[in-house]
């Protein structure tokens, strides 16, 4: 066989490859909407043809939809909620999973560091972030403080672990090899370990954005005046359960997309990590 036909069929099977990988994309994207749609009618139906539900409790999707594009682009009263929240998110998550990064790799590779944190840091996970938030707001008040830290708590445990596992578990090869062509010690922790367990990290971080939203709304329906967990605490004092909905909608689909950009992040960095492309 010639090399021109070796690269033909090579290029052909590539090429296949990518219209199946396509076709599989597409199907999944054509039963995702077609689960949404069906999920939606029966949602619309139920406080209409079912006796004893009240529209005015369970609006259907017409009325939420409705005061959705009021909120969004009549009057616009979302957008300063969005923002309050999403600053608090991301501040709050970028200093939790900083700390879990550095404590992850740190404890990953030292013996002692680890015996000696084990007890505490593993004490604390146990404590549910929620349980928290009556003593960060006796120690940083009712600002945006209190809530930035309470994230960033929350956020820190699930970076840590899966960062400390993934330099724990890193074979000692790895390290041998560097140390063989003379890395220095902390040279094979940050050019060597750290890369290595990225995958893990990831992970940690996707598990993190979860958590950070819940310990968000959680922070935000005590002593807030802005912010999507305000929106939905004063729309359940004025029974507004639509505008409950609005910003349950907003919750949703901001954690929605930042799942995806760290699911898309890992699978554009590790293609090789087989756990993404089987979502």
Not at 45 to 52: D, F, I, K, T
Not at 60 to 76: C, H, I, N, Q, W
Not at 248 to 269: E, K, M, N, V, Y
Request: hydrophobic content about 55%.
């Amino acid at each position: 066989m010639t090399p021109q036909e070796r690269q033909t069929i090579e290029q052909g099977f590539l090429a296949s490859r990518a219209r199946s990988q396509r076709r599989a994309g597409w199907r999944q994207v054509g039963l995702g909407l077609i689960g949404v749609l069906i999920f939606l009618c029966l949602w619309e139906l139920a406080p209409r043809v079912v006796p004893g539900i009240n529209p005015k409790m369970f609006p259907p999707p017409s009325d939420t939809v409705r005061e959705l594009y009021a909120m969004t682009f009549k009057t616009g009263e979302v957008w300063p909620h969005v923002a309050a929240s999403l600053q608090r998110a991301v501040l709050g998550f970028v200093l939790g999973a900083s700390l879990g990064v550095v404590i992850g790799v740190l404890t990953g590779r030292s013996t002692v560091l680890r015996q000696l944190s084990d007890p505490l840091l593993h004490g604390f996970r146990a404590i549910p972030s929620i349980a928290i938030v009556p003593l960060a707001i006796v120690w940083f008040g009712l600002g945006d403080l209190s809530k930035v830290m309470l994230i960033a708590w929350g956020t820190f445990f699930p970076v840590w672990v899966n960062t400390f596992i993934g330099v724990r578990d890193l074979p000692p090869i790895y390290l041998r090899s560097a140390a063989s062509l003379g890395a220095g010690r902390m040279q094979q922790v940050f050019l060597v370990a750290l890369p290595a367990a990225l995958p893990f990290v990831f992970a940690g971080l996707r598990q993190a954005t979860a958590v950070a939203f819940v310990v968000l709304v959680a922070a935000e329906l005590v002593g807030a005046e802005q912010g999507l967990g305000y929106l939905i605490s004063f729309a359940h004092l004025v029974f507004r359960v639509d505008i409950m909905f609005v910003g349950l909608i907003f919750l949703g689909a901001i954690g929605f997309a930042a799942d995806h950009l760290f699911a898309s992040l890992l699978t554009r960095l590790f293609p090789w990590y087989g756990g993404e492309s089987r979502r």
